[in-house]
């Protein structure tokens, strides 16, 4: 799979822009807040219907305009796919694929498999633990169709409980029946999520390790743990445990909303304990080991796409990371960096390739 063309209109500070881009690697280029990262979430829209950066599509509007409109060209599986996702101030947003609106937006992920790495994913290591919990949930869905469905349903019913017990709370009348109907729902997806996930992660870690040994030949210790408290105990025994606490608290203490991916550097965390290129190779060893285990999953190549990866690391970590990710493991790649003979400096030392583009104040053009 692979990006042949996109066409912006109005998108964060594009007013107009078409391009055309090669089967193999991509490369942006500009000074910081010209809008080569804006590139890349544009690509990222038209792979899972929204930015990876903001959630509020109408945020994405150019100022003093009504509408954004993406489109784009895949061929997937030797067939063309047309991509377009339109927003007009005020409306729901428009998403369709060869000119057919979605159903349901849920239906279009995984279809177009992306990876992005970006400077923004150190919220993984410095924020709490939804984050992480997100990226699992993220990379799962684009495998699997029916997870995004089960999540929905726990997150409902979650909420339910937790209104039931400030009810409670409230009221000081227990109602003991709807409590229990309530924890068997939240059982029946729970348990299958945790299953899911731990089966995930059990496929998941060789790959991370594996990449982050290559990137750093082998001179640092790292982990990646999947923490549950369904690892211990059922689930039907942690809820009837906790329901005091829960009472108290008027929320839901124990589940899998309260899963945990501990990253680890010489047994120590690696939010206090590890160095800034330490910290870079750990997430894109992480989002390499996402790329590698969507395509064996999918059956064919993702996008990846890295913004501004070059910063904070080595020489010899950059060059073993382009030589790797250049090459046949992977597919199509889109670059972003604010230094153009950097880049070509690279690509001709590993003997590749790279269409360049360069971007000023949202204006770009080949290289």
């Known amino acids: 799979m692979w990006l042949k063309n996109i066409t912006l209109l109005n998108f964060k500070n594009y007013s107009e822009a078409g391009l055309s881009f090669n089967e193999t690697v991509n490369v942006f280029t500009g000074n910081n807040g010209s809008g080569k990262t804006n590139m890349l979430d544009a690509i990222h829209y038209l792979c899972l219907s929204k930015s990876y950066f903001n959630p509020i599509d109408s945020q994405q509007i150019k100022t003093a305009e009504d509408f954004f409109m993406i489109q784009g060209d895949f061929d997937r599986n030797d067939r063309n796919e047309k991509i377009s996702c339109g927003v007009k101030r005020n409306q729901k947003k428009q998403f369709k694929r060869n000119k057919k609106e979605y159903d349901k937006l849920a239906d279009h992920i995984g279809l177009f498999p992306v990876v992005m790495i970006s400077p923004y994913d150190v919220n993984l290591i410095m924020e709490g633990s939804e984050e992480r919990r997100k990226f699992i949930d993220n990379v799962i869905s684009q495998t699997d ?9 726990y997150n409902r019913v979650l909420q339910n409980r937790n209104a039931l017990l400030k009810q409670i709370a409230i009221t000081k009348r227990y109602d003991a029946t709807l409590l229990q109907i309530l924890d068997e729902q939240l059982m029946a997806t729970g348990n299958k999520i945790f299953a899911i996930r731990k089966a ?142 950097r880049v070509k400096t690279i690509f001709e030392a590993i003997k590749v390739e790279a269409t360049l583009f360069t971007v000023d104040n949202g204006q770009i053009q080949h290289a």
């Open 200 to 341: 995930f992660m059990t496929e998941f870690i060789p790959l991370f390790n594996q990449y982050y040994a290559y990137l750093t030949d082998h001179k640092e210790l790292v982990a990646l743990n999947y923490q549950s408290q369904l690892n211990e105990t059922g689930f039907d025994e942690l809820l009837r445990k906790s329901v005091e606490k829960d009472r108290v608290l008027e929320r839901t203490t124990t589940g899998i909303h309260k899963d945990e991916l501990a990253f680890l550097i010489s047994d120590m965390p690696l939010k206090k304990f590890g160095s800034q290129g330490q910290q870079k190779s750990f997430l894109i060893a992480l989002k390499l080991a996402q790329y590698a285990y969507l395509a064996k999953n999918k059956g064919f190549k993702p996008l990846l796409l890295l913004d501004d990866i070059f910063d904070k690391l080595d020489d010899n970590r950059v060059q073993k990371l382009m030589q790797m990710v250049s090459h046949q493991d992977f597919g199509q790649i889109f670059i972003t960096d604010t230094g153009i003979g």
């Open 145 to 153: 169709s029916h997870y995004l469905d089960q999540l929905i349903a």
